[in-house]
């Protein structure tokens, strides 16, 4: 599995900005998506995952109510939809594919290669 991430920017606080995260090659073989994030000087930190159907997600408490990640099945394509961002999101984001669901970094098997979001206050 290949993904691509890609939506990143700088942005104000408060604004919203949408990461798109499209995935090829032996697709079938993940059962969801995540998204991690990682600030300088922290570790990575898992942010939201979703199964290719869509019909289950899950999110970091940091994010909740504030990120919405979806699926485009027919596009091969998941999105993290950000909103109110705070200073604190800023990041590379990671996307990620694991045969599993789960929160754990280590339960994902194929990483894209991050899209940096910069939030300024």
């Known amino acids: 599995v290949q993904l691509q991430a890609s939506g990143g920017g700088l942005v104000q606080a408060r604004a919203s900005l949408r990461l798109s995260c499209a995935a090829s090659?032996?697709?079938?073989?993940?059962?969801?998506i995540g998204w991690f994030r990682q600030a300088p000087g922290k570790e990575r930190e898992f942010v939201a995952f979703i199964n290719w159907s869509g019909g289950t997600t899950y999110y970091a408490d940091s994010v909740k109510g504030r990120f919405t990640i979806s699926s485009d099945n027919a596009k091969n394509t998941v999105y993290l939809q950000m909103s109110s961002l705070r200073p604190e999101d800023t990041a590379v984001y990671y996307c990620?594919?694991?045969?599993?669901?789960?929160?754990?970094?280590?339960?994902?098997?194929?990483w894209g290669q991050g899209t940096q979001v910069t939030v300024s206050s």
């Open positions: 990620a594919a694991s045969r599993r669901f789960g929160a754990d970094s280590r339960m994902y098997d194929y």
């Open positions: 090659g032996r697709t079938f073989s993940s059962r969801a």
